[in-house]
């Protein structure tokens, strides 16, 4: 784990001549103030399996004169060498979406939590994004407006707030296996097309949605749960 700081000795550039592998969580991302730092950094040169990228929202409430394309900008910058890596989290990230290197044909894992702007996973939300995918954990992304067709993805889960969009976009994930629902206190219903094509649905979960009134009509039709 490395807490980026402000002084020398502990900002980003630090890691550039670093020969790292394995698994890095970078914290404090909201400290580099420059994508000239975050390039000293030498991400590419890292030959990571799992990485995790954090920034503290606190600090962007407390400095609203930060343009939000700098955001973008310093996590494009930041890729690695993306052959090897397979899990990638991402904490608290003010983007209102990913560059292309989050497609990396090696991920099989993705975690996003508390990513309030967030409305697509890629600038061009193309429909081969991450075609090898496996594992998806969305957790406060309540503006993501949908998903792209994600063929490999079969476990699925959700918390928090999320709009009907997110939601109807479901049902292109055809090999989901696993589907889970936690925590939500103002989801009142799903959209009805949610669940068509899930055929190879085994499990759906809901859990602690409070002001949940009525179940999707074709969860009667899955005959693999």
Not at 8 to 18: T, V
Not at 58 to 83: M, R
Not at 160 to 171: A, E, V
Request: glycine share 6%; net charge positive.
């Amino acid at each position: 784990m490395y807490f980026v700081g402000k002084k020398r000795g502990f900002r980003l550039a630090e890691l550039g001549a670093l020969k790292l592998k394995g698994c890095l969580h970078i914290k404090h991302l909201e400290r580099v103030k420059s994508v000239t730092d975050a390039k000293e950094a030498n991400m590419p040169s890292k030959k990571l399996k799992q990485l995790w990228l954090s920034w503290d929202l606190s600090w962007a409430k407390n400095h609203p004169s930060e343009l939000q394309e700098n955001f973008e900008q310093i996590l494009d910058v930041l890729q690695p060498h993306t052959q090897q890596l397979l899990t990638l989290g991402m904490i608290r990230y003010k983007g209102v979406h990913f560059p292309q290197w989050i497609s990396s044909a090696s991920l099989k894992s993705l975690s996003l939590n508390c990513l309030p702007n967030l409305i697509r996973l890629s600038r061009e939300d193309g429909e081969n994004m991450s075609r090898g995918l496996s594992i998806l954990e969305i957790t406060q992304c309540p503006k993501l407006l949908g998903l792209p067709c994600l063929p490999s993805i079969n476990d699925l889960r959700i918390e928090g707030k999320c709009n009907q969009d997110f939601l109807g976009s479901i049902h292109k994930l055809g090999s989901l296996k696993s589907l889970r629902f936690i925590y939500n206190d103002k989801l009142t219903c799903f959209p009805d097309e949610m669940l068509q094509n899930l055929t190879s649905l085994k499990m759906l979960e809901f859990c602690r949605l409070y002001k949940l009134k009525v179940l999707p009509t074709e969860i009667i039709n899955l005959n693999a749960i």
